[in-house]
């Protein structure tokens, strides 16, 4: 594995890096006079790897983006600002409500001719109002800003280029990392121009992606809350998996899941303790989502966290 500095020398930022930058650079000096204001940075959804430059074809993941978006809109339910840094078409907040032709059936159109008008069915009304409400909110408190990214490497660039902004923030800042992150990667250096083509079984090698947790939490916000989260298919790593993850990068929580149930179970390990969070059938049926009591738990975390930084 190459070291992180080697990644940034030898990888090109994406074609549209420094307005990003720009954009979150604005956001974040928009936010960070006002003392009380708590931000946040959510990661969400898979990480491509390309395996040519012109990309036809990629490795990818499962992840949906459903609990960094999720995730978003409990956060700035609990006042945050909110950096929602995600894979593109993957979910994002308020929208993530509505698959494929769902909003369209919400709709009903008014005939008159040429002044036809549309507008909301009454029977979805209740569910479309509360959801319009609080994007609303967010927009016109200009708390969410929402960056895309698409490859593993355009998901570092701007990782580093958010953590700088969030840097001065200090003990205000938590990173709340969901995003499955590719571990394996085709270098720059050893990819094709062009589509690999099928004349022959192609012999792929993939490289270990850098391990970015490391400067990130000694270096970049060092002062910040950070979360991360911990994917795997085997229970029985799962715990001690988190627990090193802890040791090695020395932050302050891991969010431990299982694939299969992580919509309904998820155990929050930080270093002296575990806590699991386990919704029941009810709880499911009745609408509630697992990142409800997860954002709850980890904002009163990073409260104490804060707090005691002040003693
Ligand atoms: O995006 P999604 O809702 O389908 O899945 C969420 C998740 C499993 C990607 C997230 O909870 C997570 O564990 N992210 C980190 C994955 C890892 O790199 O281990």
Redesign the pocket.
């Known amino acids: 594995m190459g070291s992180w500095e080697e990644f940034y020398a030898t990888h090109l930022p994406p074609s549209d890096f420094e307005d990003n930058r720009q954009l979150l650079k604005q956001f974040c000096e928009n936010h960070l006079k006002d003392q009380s204001q708590n931000i946040v940075l959510i990661t969400?959804?898979g990480t491509i790897a390309p395996l040519e430059h012109n990309t036809v074809r990629f490795v990818d993941n499962?992840?949906?983006?459903?609990?960094?978006s999720a995730s978003a809109e409990y956060f700035l339910e609990n006042n945050y600002a909110v950096i929602f840094l995600f894979r593109t078409k993957s979910l994002e907040p308020f929208t993530r409500h509505f698959s494929g032709q769902q909003f369209l059936d919400m709709l009903e159109i008014n005939e008159n001719g040429e002044n036809s008008t549309i507008s909301v069915r009454p029977d979805s009304t209740d569910v479309l109002l509360p959801i319009l409400q609080k994007y609303k909110q967010a927009q016109e408190t200009n708390r969410l800003l929402y960056v895309n990214f698409t490859s593993v490497s355009d998901y570092l660039w701007l990782l580093r280029a958010a953590c700088e902004c969030l840097a001065p923030f200090e003990k205000r800042a938590l990173l709340y990392l969901?995003?499955?992150?590719s571990d394996f990667y085709v270098p720059e250096e050893d990819m094709p121009k062009h589509k690999i083509q099928s004349t022959g079984a192609p012999k792929i090698s993939l490289e270990l992606v850098p391990k970015i947790l490391k400067p990130l939490v000694s270096s970049w916000v060092p002062q910040a809350f950070v979360v991360s989260?911990?994917?795997e298919t085997d229970d029985s790593l799962l715990i001690a998996k988190s627990r090193e993850s802890l040791i090695k990068y020395n932050h302050k929580l891991v969010?431990a899941?299982i694939l299969q149930t992580?919509k309904h179970r998820v155990v929050l390990v930080s270093p002296n303790a575990s806590h699991e969070i386990l919704l029941t059938k009810d709880q499911a049926h009745s609408g509630l989502e697992i990142e409800e009591p997860i954002v709850a738990d980890v904002t009163r975390r990073h409260e104490e966290f804060q707090v005691a930084g002040e003693q």
């Open positions: 969400s959804g499962f992840s949906a983006g459903s609990r960094g969901a995003a499955a992150v989260f911990k994917l969010i899941n992580r």
